[in-house]
């Protein structure tokens, strides 16, 4: 279907600048020739080896965008659930060797191909809902073979599904529970040895560190920035999501793609994001699991200009949510997203979140990622949960679900 001729859509375009709602476009066709939108308007004619797709006034969007998961893992914390809800915190598991570390252990003794199963049922979750390009970090292996076997298994969710799949090398996620080295040790393992590896074999498309109370230090990750900026890859910062550590100001120093969960972000350093061009990736799951109060301050990256995505931040322990559309309406009832902003939270801001301008956005010359629903207006997806399936989904020009 890479040769295609959408007849009679409306179109959500989610373009940027444009001056109706949603980039609205009323009894449109769209012509996709190897992947690409080559054409839009009204009354198209077919071309020979044309397939003809009548959207018959249905609703036509970008694919979606889920910029932020932690798709690959082994194992199960629902125990540690279970502790949440009796009061013990998210810092106090840590402490006692589960969070992060539990799902390092299962990870690591998980094999390739049990790991590949288990990721394909949460990607096509994903994919049901319209999620045409997905970014997987890595982070739950902390030394070099499981590393690279997550980013293997990453490789093999986008052959499988015919998606998109952006990997990010996270190995600062968390101390290696056998590490028998301390962290500034850890951390020029990262540093020294799997970066240049992930650069060098092109198994990475950016780098990711959790600078936390629970994490790394802002020195230890300014270490990390520098080690992938000379590497030649871009960096992202899981920043402020339990302290005001500064590690958003710090990721805008190297230019970040995004700084993602940020709720404890000081309204002050909005304008450091704004000023280097930075994403704004908002996390509402990983709140609502935490039973999180402290939210991130949307007034002041909306005044300030600030791009505002939204992600599931899918993982096994603090937002283990295989629902985008979920996390795009919690984001407008726990953080005050406006409907739009929400969508294009998970379209074309989604898409800049991860450094990607050739989608999120309907518009001639973008990759052929669309959707078709049939549904009274693009609101309804983030107004009634669970209500709305796209009856198509198209990524690349070819038919995927």
């Known amino acids: 279907m890479n040769n295609l001729l959408i007849r009679n859509a409306r179109i959500a375009s989610m373009q ?31 071309k020979p080896n044309d397939t003809v797709l009548e959207a018959n006034g249905h609703w036509c969007l970008p694919g979606f965008v889920d910029c932020h998961t932690h798709l690959v893992y082994g194992g199960d914390r629902s125990e540690e659930f ?14 006692q060797g589960g969070g992060i570390k539990s799902t390092v252990r299962a990870t690591r003794s998980t094999s390739a191909k049990a790991l590949t199963i288990q990721t394909l049922r949460r990607a096509r979750r994903l994919l049901e809902e319209g999620v045409t390009t997905l970014e997987i970090k890595s982070g739950y292996g902390l030394d070099e073979d499981t590393e690279l076997k997550m980013l293997e298994v990453a490789d093999v969710v986008a052959d499988t599904l015919d998606i998109s799949v952006i990997k990010t090398f996270l190995g600062a996620h968390s101390m290696p529970p056998d590490a028998g080295m301390n962290a500034d040790e850890y951390i020029d393992f990262v540093c020294q040895v799997m970066i240049p590896k992930v650069a060098k074999e092109k198994r990475a498309d950016a780098v990711d560190v959790f600078c936390e ?7 230890q ?3 990390v920035f520098e080690a992938a900026r000379d590497a030649g890859l871009p960096v992202k910062g899981h920043v402020e999501q339990l302290s005001d550590s500064k590690g958003a100001v710090l990721a805008c120093e190297f230019n970040a793609l995004s700084v993602e969960h940020i709720e404890y972000l000081q309204e002050s350093d909005v304008a450091t994001l704004a000023t280097a061009g930075t994403v704004a990736v908002l996390l509402p799951g990983a709140y609502y699991y935490l039973k999180e109060t402290q939210k991130p301050p949307v007034k002041a990256l909306r005044e300030a200009g600030v791009d505002m995505a939204v992600a599931t931040d899918m993982n096994p322990g603090t937002s283990p949510i295989a629902s985008l559309l979920t996390c795009a309406n919690m984001a407008s009832l726990f953080f005050g997203l406006t409907v739009e902003e929400a969508l294009k939270g998970i379209t074309v801001n989604g898409a800049r979140a991860l450094g990607l301008e050739d989608r999120g956005e309907i518009a001639p010359g973008k990759r052929a990622d669309l959707t078709l629903w049939d549904m009274p207006s693009p609101a309804s997806l983030i107004y009634e949960l669970n209500g709305y399936r796209p009856h198509t989904v198209i990524a690349g020009g070819k038919h995927v679900a």
């Not at 940027?16 to 020739?33: C, H, M, N, Q, Y």
Request: aromatic share 6%; glycine share 10%; net charge negative.
């Open 16 to 46: 940027r600048g444009s001056k109706s709602p949603f980039g609205l476009l009323e009894d449109t066709d769209i012509r996709v020739a190897d992947g690409i939108i080559q054409e839009i308007g009204s009354d198209l004619r077919a």
């Open 82 to 95: 279970r502790q949440r809800l009796d009061g013990v915190s998210y810092e106090e598991i840590s402490r």
């Open 213 to 219: 109370t629970v994490g790394f230090s802002l020195e």
């Open 221 to 223: 990750t300014r270490r």
